[in-house]
């Protein structure tokens, strides 16, 4: 027993370590970043490097990768990204580190090459000596890491409580505006901050790579097992995640003692602990009201820098020309373009277009969910690979007609998504991205992965309608499907629900205020979303011929989300274009360019999402918009009358200009499709 309890405990060091990370930068920045994976995955590679490939000593190499490379590293992402996420709405915050996470791993990979072999050396010396304790074997990895823990907690003990630099640390944390009037520069403390934070990450990153393997998934493991410290501290008190880090690891450990090693089970169980822990003190912490999303800073700082509203709408702009609409015509240009794609492309690229159009299909899910619900919902993939392994169980296994199964299959996936809304409806966003992110890694671990639905990772047959077994016939199958979802998508949009939506997307209290129900509509959109999501992942399917559960990752998802936020997450051609780009696009590289520039595409997936921060609208929107100015310029150029004003309710005629609920504007076109939608208006714009 005492040898489970030592891993475990070098476990949790690891965990406690890496959730020490996010509590620190989350409590002084606001920034809870779902890139900490990605840099950890970089500062070990390059300790790797280092020590493996250049064969440096393990203290050089230590020395240079934690005390030289990581700190730059962490203050130059924070000069380029960081720091204009200051301030934020929490979706842009979520939105560009999820982002990060994606462009790095493979930028790393493209400057310092893959690895083919992915087990790694931590800082103890190889070959690696063990130690007697009572009986109890000890290794020098276990040893090293127990030190790294107690050298963090002391020096950041230290350094918080009994230095200047720890003192402005803790002023920043309190208010970034009265630390600044105190003449202490918060974007120096900052800087020092994303620092330390790149030195921690990269340590838990190379301490886990001897067990975990280095590669950017097994660090987004670390960093979904940190979450669970992190939210049991309630993201901000740093010995509570230290203590539960240490406890889910021991737990992780002493429960492999009663359990069948060779056992599926086992395997499923053990890394769904930490998963565990999250699950409980969410329950906790939202029965007792307190997991909304925390205000960052003081009062001061809230007054000067005021939140709300809808972070990924451009602002309104009007774009008629007596009857003219830009948006209408360029979407209907857009979609004859990719119905020819099929008939000017060989067998093998229609097979890629028709992939494309299909995961267009899963992509319109967030559009619903994030676009049109302000929700940070991560666990989309997981709807679509549910959908597509049921679907295929359906046709094959119970011979039903494929489209049949498709729909039904995703019937059946609705309940699932409705439960998982009524659940996290009173979560704030950072704890909604947290669960859904962590739900869908818990149910592909115990669910997609397990037998009948696996199968050896091939996954379950799944044929294509008799009408469209070639892949031409099945690309115009599937955009036929896909205009059907996009129908639903703007009917919704236009509808009284779809108004009610989007009140509640620019202001809860507002909304309230006018009497509409925010569980409700929240409802309602995790329910419509969770069925495009399932009836994509059926095209999926039907388009590769089989389940596949290992193509609908948790992680993958990711690589999704980034390249419709990169177009536009509101915006239906955003979506059918970020399927085709996800397809296509690596294809192009890999068919017409060298190997070594394979990784180009997701990277570019990646920095497109991190351009949120400073144009949330996404490119098609903000595409959308300056072609409405320059053709409104041209109208008032011509002598074609007035842009179409934006109508404003006056702030004392209507209840909600209360300050718990500001007024209310129905603009047109704000997102490029000339549809209706409400706005919050700050004191500065009710002029």
Known sequence: MLSYLLAGLALGSIYAIAAGSLVVTYVASGIFSLAFAAMAFTVARVYYALNTEQHLPILVSAVVSLLVFAPLFGMTLYWMLFRHLRGRPMLVKLMATMGLSVALPPLVELALGHITSVTAPGLAPRPLRTFHLFGALLNADQLVTYLGLVVVLALGVGILRFTDIGLKVRALVDSEALTSLSGTSPGRVSLGVWAASATLAGLAGILIAPTAGLSAESMTLLMAAAFAAVVAAWLRRLPVAVVVALLMGVVTTVVQKYLDPASSFTAAVIPSVPFAFMLLFLLYYAVRGQAGDHAAGGALDRAISPQGGDPTAAPAVSSSLKGFKPGTVSSVVFVLLVATLPLVLDDYW????????????????????????????????????????????????????????????????????????????????????????????????????????????????????????????????????FLVQGLLVLNLRRSTAGLALSAVRWSENGARTLGISVLQSKVLVSGVATFVAAVGGGFLAMNFQSSLPDAFNPFLGLVWLAVLVTLGSRSILAALAAGLLFYLMPSLFAAYLPTDLAQVPTILFGVGAIALANHPEGAVAQNSRALSVFLARLRARGGAGEPEPVFAAPAAASPAASPAAPAVVVARGADGTGLPEMRDLTAGERT
């Open 350 to 481: 229609s097979g890629l277009a028709a992939a494309g159009i299909a995961l267009s299909i899963a992509l319109l899910s967030y559009t619903l969910v994030t676009g049109e619900g302000g929700m940070v919902w991560l666990c989309q993939i997981t709807f679509a690979g549910l959908g597509a392994a049921l679907a295929a169980d359906l046709a094959t296994n119970r011979g039903w007609p494929s489209l049949v199964a498709v729909f039904v299959a995703a019937a059946i996936v609705v309940p699932l998504g409705v439960v998982l809304g009524i659940l996290t409806i009173r979560l704030g966003n950072l704890y909604v991205a947290l669960v859904t992110l962590t739900f869908g890694l818990l149910f592909q671990t115990l669910v997609l992965t397990q037998d009948p639905f696996y199968n050896f990772g091939s996954g379950i047959v799944m044929p294509r309608p008799s009408f469209a077994e070639n892949n031409r016939a099945f690309a115009y199958l599937t955009l036929a499907a």
